[in-house]
T-cell receptor, first 109, second 115 residues
C-alpha cells in the first residue's frame, strides 16, 4: 500500500503557467525527495529537502516541507511542454523510500 | 557505464515460470534498492542492500521473491512461480552513499508481464 498521497492526481495546464503539486506522508523522515518519471522510463531525481529545512529552490523548482503536517509541495514555475510527466514525492526514513501515488502533469503547448 | 542498467528491459513470462531480473549499479555504489511499481501507482519498496549485505527485505511480498547481491555489485531479483499479480515494473536504484537517502540513481526498470 502507498505510504503517501499526492494531490492532485492529475493536472493539466498551459505552457508558461505554474504547476503546484502537494504530497502528504505518514512516516517520520530524514529527508523528502521529488522525482519525475516519463512514461515507461525510470525515475529522475529532481530535488531533496532535509527534515530541518522548510524551503528549497533549484532552477524553476521550489519545494516546501512542513514536518508538523507531514506535507510537502512542489512548485514548477513557467512550465514547458517538456515538463509533462508524472511527479512523485518520496519520504526517506532510514534505508527506505516511501513514495506517493504521483501527480500526472500535462503541459499543453 | 554512467547509469544504473537493468535487464531485460521487458519480460513476458507464463504463469508459473521463474524469472530473474538483473541490476548493474553504478560502479562502486554501496547502496542498492529494488522497488516494484504497479501500473498507475508509485513505487513500493522491496529490499535494500548495503554492499553484499541484505539489510532489509521486509517489502518482498512473498517467499517466491528472492534477491541477492553476492559480490556487492550486480544484483539479481528472482521471482519463482510467477503469478499475474507480479506484473509490474521492477526498478533498481543505487547510491554511493551509505544510509541517508542521498545521491540515488534509478534504472529504467524491467517491465514484467505475466500471462
Amino acid at each position: 500500500s502507498q505510504q503517501g498521497e499526492e494531490d492532485p492526481q492529475a493536472l493539466s495546464i498551459q505552457e508558461g503557467e505554474n504547476a503546484t503539486m502537494n504530497c502528504s506522508y505518514k512516516t517520520s523522515i530524514n529527508n523528502l525527495q521529488w522525482y519525475r518519471q516519463n512514461s515507461g522510463r525510470g525515475l529522475v531525481h529532481l530535488i531533496l529537502i532535509r527534515s530541518n529545512e522548510r524551503e528549497k529552490h533549484s532552477g524553476r523548482l521550489r519545494v516546501t516541507l512542513d514536518t508538523s503536517k507531514k506535507s510537502s509541495s512542489l512548485l514548477i514555475t513557467a512550465s514547458r511542454a517538456a515538463d509533462t510527466a508524472s511527479y512523485f514525492c518520496a519520504a526517506y526514513n532510514f534505508n527506505k523510500f516511501y513514495f506517493g501515488s504521483g501527480t500526472k502533469l500535462n503541459v499543453k503547448p | 557505464g554512467a547509469g544504473v542498467s537493468q535487464s531485460p528491459r521487458y519480460k513476458v513470462a507464463k504463469r508459473g515460470q521463474d524469472v530473474a531480473l538483473r541490476c548493474d549499479p553504478i560502479s562502486g555504489h554501496v547502496s542498492l534498492f529494488w522497488y516494484q511499481q504497479a501500473l498507475g501507482q508509485g513505487p513500493e519498496f522491496l529490499t535494500y542492500f548495503q554492499n553484499e549485505a541484505q539489510l532489509d527485505k521486509s517489502g518482498l511480498p512473498s517467499d517466491r521473491f528472492f534477491a541477492e547481491r553476492p559480490e556487492g555489485s550486480v544484483s539479481t531479483l528472482k521471482i519463482q512461480r510467477t503469478q499475474q499479480e507480479d506484473s509490474a515494473v521492477y526498478l533498481c536504484a543505487s547510491s554511493g552513499e551509505g544510509s541517508g537517502g542521498f545521491g540515488y540513481t534509478f534504472g529504467s526498470g524491467t517491465r514484467l508481464t505475466v500471462v
